[in-house]
């Protein structure tokens, strides 16, 4: 019984991060698009910025994205190898993973006005899923409560 109140446990935790991990892909466009709209950054200089943040305990593949492109990388080949190691991207499904892929694809690639509507664009779709996630977690962690104390009465019946 208590292998599954540690199931349900790690199922929360796993909910949580996800969401978690979302929200801060929706801070982190926040961030860049502020860093393009008002002092114009070059993409490595905004990946040097949110490493230097500590907001994005989370987003592990930006400071391998950044080294690589500092470097030995060009940034597309930076942003795909980190998006695609799976020991830095445990907190994403596959779908985050192509629109973060998707958003990097397009970062440095247009003007300023150009680089502001891709943050915007995919800034909406996390928004979007945070808001789809947050309602998941909500009904999750609910849920999980309730089988981790139905597991705990069963015990505490069993031990006396």
């Known amino acids: 019984m208590a292998s599954g109140a540690a ?3 790690l199922a929360v935790k796993r909910i949580k991060n996800h969401t978690d991990a979302v929200r801060q892909c929706v801070v982190m466009m926040e961030n860049i698009e502020i860093l ?3 002092k114009s950054l070059s993409t490595c200089e905004i990946l040097k ?6 907001n994005f305990s989370l987003l592990k593949f930006i400071r391998p994205i950044y080294e690589k492109t500092l470097f030995d990388s060009s940034f597309e080949d930076a ?3 980190a998006l695609s190691d799976k020991s830095i991207t445990l907190s994403f499904d596959n779908e ?6 998707g ?5 440095g690639k247009s003007d300023i006005n150009g680089q502001i509507a891709n943050c915007r664009i995919y800034r909406e779709f996390f928004k979007t899923k945070l808001g789809k ?4 977690e909500k009904n999750r962690v609910k849920t999980a409560v309730v089988l981790i104390f139905g597991i705990a009465a069963g015990i505490s019946v069993i031990i006396a």
């Open 7 to 9: 199931a349900c446990t």
């Open 36 to 38: 393009l709209g008002y």
């Open 49 to 54: 910025c949110l490493c230097e943040s500590g």
């Open 79 to 81: 942003y795909s190898e």
């Open 96 to 101: 985050d993973l192509e629109f973060l892929k």
């Open 103 to 107: 958003f990097f694809s397009m970062l």
């Open 133 to 136: 996630l947050e309602a998941n």
